[in-house]
């Protein structure tokens, strides 16, 4: 149980284009989604906490009006990468959880953005 | 504000042999868990294993176990026979009350196992 998909799982886009990924969580209700973004060798770091209804929270530095999400239903969140450059490249994974509580946050399979 | 150190970039470890994965977190916050995450390089994240703060026993899930030290603000990961397949990047979690279940993760550990 507590699976969670996230598409695609690769993208290329050319500059000033936006990309959008989708997290789904495929078994549960998800009222809090949350997106990282994970440079090479390096490790997870959050952007934004979504959850279902309302806007996001993003975390200090990232800018909310070129990382869009929406969450619009309970299994459902998106990121738009908008007008991406090439400094955007980098893997972004989603997750979920089921409760508030000590569960473990699930996570999808990521997306590897390159932005040529 | 909470963090979490993980001071070993890279580890090796013969197959068969157990290994321990450093992890020191800092909070001001009584009620926290502990996580830990394998990475293969595939990419996706895996649970392996959870730890509260108040918990009395260290956690234990098949193969892996955690060191809880409490009073030193210690959570290493201790794999037993290690495995081919445990090569990966493993990375040590924290959420507390504070932070409305968000995880901050550390740097990260990369597990070689050798034959």
């Known amino acids: 149980g507590a699976v969670v998909s996230q598409h695609p799982s690769w993208v290329i886009c050319k500059s000033g284009t936006s990309v959008k990924i989708e997290c789904r969580s495929l078994?549960?209700?998800?009222?809090?989604m949350f997106w990282y973004r994970q440079f090479p060798k390096q490790s997870l770091m959050l952007m934004a906490t979504?959850?279902?209804?309302?806007?996001?929270?993003?975390e200090q530095g990232v800018e909310k009006d070129k990382f869009l999400i929406n969450h619009a239903s309970l299994t459902l969140s998106t990121l738009t990468v908008t007008s991406a450059h090439p400094e955007d490249s980098s893997f972004y994974i989603c997750?979920?959880?089921?409760?508030?509580?000590?569960?473990?946050?699930?996570f999808g399979n990521g997306t590897r953005l390159t932005v040529t | 504000a909470q963090k979490i150190t993980q001071t070993q970039p890279g580890m090796f470890v013969q197959e068969k042999e157990a290994v321990t994965l450093d992890c020191t977190y800092d909070?001001?916050?009584?009620?926290?868990?502990l996580f830990w995450y394998k990475q293969p390089s595939s990419g996706e994240m895996i649970f392996l294993i959870y730890?509260?703060?108040?918990?009395?026993q260290n956690a234990t899930e098949g193969r892996y176990s955690l060191n809880f030290q409490k009073a030193r603000k210690s959570a290493n990961l201790v794999i037993s026979a290690s495995q081919l397949g445990d090569s990966a990047m493993y990375f040590c979690?924290?959420?507390?009350?504070?932070?409305?279940?968000?995880?901050?993760f550390g740097t990260g550990t990369r597990l070689q196992v050798t034959l």
């Open positions: 909070t001001s916050d009584p009620s926290y868990g």
């Open positions: 997750s979920a959880i089921k409760a508030l509580d000590n569960s473990p946050l699930h």
């Open positions: 979690a924290m959420r507390d009350t504070g932070t409305a279940s968000k995880l901050t």
């Open positions: 078994d549960f209700q998800a009222t809090t």
């Open positions: 730890q509260g703060s108040y918990d009395q």
């Open positions: 979504s959850n279902e209804g309302s806007k996001a929270t993003y």
